[in-house]
């Protein structure tokens, strides 16, 4: 890739390599190639550009694409980045912090980093000393870096209300996320390599990694209590990779199963495999994957935060994620409600993720901030 020195868009996710962060800039890039993509050149990691081709996406709309994998702070050592950041004058880079000590003249960041506005979570408080110094410093990195940004694109309110009170001077636009536009189009779907062998168990299931904040060592917890208590029997899908799944003791698995790691093709597959989706998260700014289960009409049973109901407001099934005796009495309700309840309650989801179903118009409002 070349560029006349700080001339040019550049549009970086050259650091993003799994989760929900790939999806979006996947999502974006995809649709930026329907647009006037000839202004932009792009630098990918080879996951989300692995996401593109299966996407079909046209690479050759963009003025130049690049294939480049940075891996978060490292990238500062990394003089190859630093030299492809400073030849452009505008860089967006969908989810940062952007780690160049050469700071472009304009430099766009997406921000989703709850650590840096929730300092004192759950997950924190249970760290040993050394730990919380740990986490301490590498968030204090991150922030310095996000803050020397010249604006913030952020998902959801809260998220600009805790921004604003930590930084006057780097401002934040709020830009509603939303799922991809492969929900809309059954003809991308890619199976799921996963048989249901007892239909009589209700399965529930997300899609995740590892992550502490994701609170998924929880699920045993929850499934004996549904099963002694409410004498109701479920199971749990997840979509760890090998090496997290090794991880995991014999009383996870009894009660989880593995499908490992899909693509953002086979996310729709997934959903439809379930019966309704569990969400027991300590700490996002925002995550699509409630929204993606109301648009596949499933229920959802999710944490009651603010990052999940500013975005789904009442039409997910809310519990406390830290007792697991809340959980299991929301999913054990739930389907015991009379039919027509849920038909209704699940009709009236869908509308609510339909507000989360445009991408082009994301794409466009993304556009306007970079010009």
Not at 38 to 49: G, Q
Not at 104 to 130: C, D, H, L, M
Request: net charge positive.
């Amino acid at each position: 890739m070349t560029g006349k020195k700080l001339d040019g868009i550049l549009i970086n996710a050259s650091n993003l390599h799994y989760g929900g962060a790939v999806q979006v800039a996947t999502s974006f890039l995809n649709e930026l190639t329907y647009l006037d993509s000839k202004k932009y050149n792009l630098i990918v990691s080879r996951e989300v550009h692995n996401e593109l081709i299966i996407m079909n996406s046209n690479l050759d709309a963009f003025h130049s694409y690049m294939v480049y994998d940075v891996s978060g702070v490292k990238a500062l050592l990394d003089y190859k980045f630093t030299k492809i950041i400073s030849n452009y004058k505008t860089v967006f880079t969908v989810f940062g912090p952007l780690y160049s000590w050469r700071k472009p003249k304009t430099s766009i960041v997406g921000f989703a980093q709850p650590w840096i506005i929730y300092e004192n979570n759950e997950i924190y408080e249970s760290y040993r000393f050394f730990h919380k110094v740990v986490v301490r410093v590498k968030y204090s990195i991150q922030k310095y870096f996000y803050f020397r940004s010249d604006k913030l694109i952020v998902e959801l309110d809260h998220v600009k209300e805790k921004l604003s009170k930590l930084s006057k001077k780097t401002e934040s636009i709020v830009i509603n996320n939303c799922i991809s536009s492969i929900y809309s189009n059954s003809k991308q779907w890619l199976p799921i390599n996963y048989v249901r062998t007892d239909q009589s168990v209700v399965l529930l299931g997300i899609v995740t990694r590892d992550y502490p904040h994701k609170n998924l060592n929880i699920l045993p917890d929850v499934a004996e209590i549904l099963k002694h208590t409410y004498k109701f029997n479920v199971k749990f899908l997840v979509t760890l990779t090998s090496k997290e799944w090794l991880k995991k003791d014999d009383r996870f698995r009894a009660y989880v199963d593995n499908v490992g790691s899909i693509s953002i093709a086979q996310c729709p597959s997934f959903y439809n495999l379930l019966d309704g989706v569990i969400f027991p998260s300590l700490l996002e700014c925002f995550s699509a994957t409630p929204i993606e289960a109301m648009i596949m009409k499933k229920p959802v049973f999710a944490s009651e935060r603010l990052f999940v109901r500013q975005a789904c407001e009442d039409f997910v099934n809310y519990f406390d994620p830290i007792d697991p005796d809340s959980i299991a009495k929301s999913i054990y309700k739930y389907f015991f409600k009379e039919e027509p309840q849920n038909s209704t309650f699940i009709k009236s989801a869908h509308n609510q993720a339909l507000k989360y179903c445009n991408p082009s118009e994301r794409a466009k409002k993304y556009i306007n901030i970079i010009r």
